[in-house]
């Protein structure tokens, strides 16, 4: 059986909705190319392993992060409280300038120079370990390098192409 066609007539609209049902949290990955800050919003971050500790996200190729991201090798989430919905709205939208983007929110410095977002309720740094073929996105997997809970608040959530909370 020839498995290159397995999916091949499922409507994308259908899919989005389906996967869409699977409600996960939401993050901000953020890496540095000299003095230039990338941020990009995700719902794909997931722990990956403990022995070693491993995380990834998945980026799409034609976008500026992924580029950075895999320039740069290495990147930290910012995982977002319900509070922050808006910097996850920005984030999110494509082709926005770079310059100051992240100014209206407090962030510090990690200790690879990526920006963390003071609001997170987490707050991790990693370094690519390995990149992933993943369709129109990369897979980017990461060893764990800090770890931080800023807060305790409720987490930001997505599901079915509308934010919540807990």
């Given at each position: 059986?020839h498995?290159g066609?397995?999916?091949?007539?499922?409507?994308?609209?259908k899919?989005r909705?389906?996967?869409?049902?699977?409600a996960?949290?939401?993050?901000?990955?953020?890496?540095?190319?000299?003095?230039?800050?990338?941020?990009?919003?995700?719902n794909?971050?997931?722990?990956?392993?403990?022995?070693?500790l491993?995380?990834?996200f998945?980026?799409?190729?034609?976008?500026?992060?992924h580029?950075?991201?895999?320039?740069?090798?290495?990147?930290?989430?910012?995982?977002?409280?319900?509070?922050?919905?808006?910097a996850?709205?920005?984030?999110?939208?494509?082709?926005r300038?770079?310059d100051?983007?992240l100014?209206?929110?407090?962030?510090?410095?990690g200790?690879s120079?990526?920006?963390?977002?003071?609001?997170?309720?987490?707050?991790?740094?990693?370094?690519?370990?390995?990149?992933?073929d993943?369709?129109d996105h990369?897979?980017i997997?990461g060893?764990v390098r800090?770890?931080?809970t800023?807060?305790?608040?409720?987490?930001?959530?997505?599901h079915?192409?509308?934010?919540?909370?807990?």
């Amino acid at each position: 059986m020839h498995h290159g066609s397995l999916g091949q007539h499922i409507d994308r609209q259908k899919y989005r909705k389906v996967v869409g049902r699977f409600a996960t949290g939401v993050a901000i990955v953020t890496t540095r190319v000299g003095d230039v800050d990338h941020a990009m919003t995700v719902n794909s971050f997931t722990s990956v392993s403990l022995e070693p500790l491993l995380v990834l996200f998945c980026a799409e190729k034609v976008s500026r992060f992924h580029a950075a991201v895999l320039q740069a090798g290495v990147w930290g989430v910012s995982v977002l409280p319900a509070g922050m919905e808006d910097a996850s709205r920005f984030f999110a939208h494509r082709g926005r300038p770079l310059d100051g983007q992240l100014t209206p929110w407090p962030h510090r410095r990690g200790e690879s120079g990526v920006a963390l977002f003071e609001g997170a309720i987490a707050t991790l740094e990693a370094a690519t370990s390995a990149v992933h073929d993943g369709g129109d996105h990369s897979i980017i997997v990461g060893g764990v390098r800090s770890l931080h809970t800023p807060s305790n608040a409720p987490p930001l959530l997505y599901h079915n192409g509308r934010y919540g909370s807990l």
